[in-house]
């Protein structure tokens, strides 16, 4: 069983930047992706990078501000956010597939991705 530590999430302002990481317990392939879930809403896509990073795929409200990279070396996923808004407020989830995608429908979506991190809560105040 693979499991995902997450750090990194906390309380900023708008305008303010965080870096989330995310370590796998155990190194395999597979694509990596960031989703997040805002209190009353349905988890949503935010960020994937495949198995040696060589293309990455974004939610359209986070394109420009954020950015998903990984150093395989330390076998972690990192999510740079900047210009963080309040409706970026958020748990954010980090999440691995079984298999490397190279498409960008499949790589968005919750059911592709078999492990899930806890969570860690990013709060942007105005």
């Known amino acids: 069983q693979v499991q995902l530590a997450e750090s990194g999430g906390g309380l900023v302002q708008a305008g303010d930047s965080l870096r989330l990481s995310c370590t796998p317990s155990?190194?395999?392939?597979?694509?990596m992706a960031w989703f997040r879930q805002a209190p009353g809403k349905e988890r949503e896509f935010v960020a994937s990078?495949?198995?040696?990073?060589?293309?990455?795929y974004y939610f359209d409200s986070v394109k420009g501000r954020f950015t998903i990279s990984r150093d395989n070396t330390k076998n972690t996923v990192y999510l740079q956010m900047n210009s963080l808004k309040p409706e970026d407020t958020a748990v954010y989830y980090c999440a691995k597939s079984r298999t490397i995608y190279y498409n960008r429908e499949l790589a968005s979506q919750e059911s592709s991705y078999y492990y899930w991190g806890q969570g860690t809560q990013v709060t942007v105040s105005s």
């Open positions: 155990v190194r395999s392939g597979g694509s």
């Open positions: 990078i495949p198995g040696n990073g060589e293309t990455t």
